[in-house]
């Protein structure tokens, strides 16, 4: 099972940014389908964005409308991480913000997994929290 370690959340004022890094215990190519999640007090948990590492140059980054012109998920597989870099922050993305992963053969795999369920492995999360 992959571990996954959350960091560089923090507190900031609505407009600003955030990078978000998930470290794994092990290479996500062609394996790991991987998501960052987020759960605001009193509401369920809520995907953000997932990515898949291909062969070669080809991976696959998928977004949640609320996301979309705002955030951005990347990863470095040499450093065995996957970042959330958040833009134009608003208090309504103010949550615990959670790195999901679950084996995955191809894309298409990974366009499948969409819910909180569908990932079985987490980590401890980094909470975010955006003032106005």
């Known amino acids: 099972q992959v571990h996954l370690e959350e960091s560089g959340g923090g507190s900031v004022q609505a407009g600003g940014s955030l990078k978000l890094s998930c470290v794994t215990s092990e290479s996500i190519y062609n394996t790991y389908c991987v998501a960052w999640f987020r759960q605001a007090p009193g509401k369920p948990r809520e995907g953000v964005a997932r990515?898949?590492?291909?062969?070669?140059?080809?991976?696959?980054?998928d977004y949640d409308a609320s996301a979309k012109g705002r955030f951005t998920i990347f990863r470095d597989n040499a450093k065995k991480t996957v970042y959330l870099q958040m833009t134009k922050l608003k208090p309504e993305d103010s949550a615990m913000y959670y790195c999901a992963a679950d084996r995955a053969r191809d894309r298409s795999t990974c366009a499948r997994l969409s819910g909180e369920g569908d990932f079985s492995a987490w980590g401890q999360g980094t909470q975010v929290t955006v003032s106005s």
């Open positions: 990515i898949y590492t291909e062969t070669g140059r080809t991976w696959f980054a």
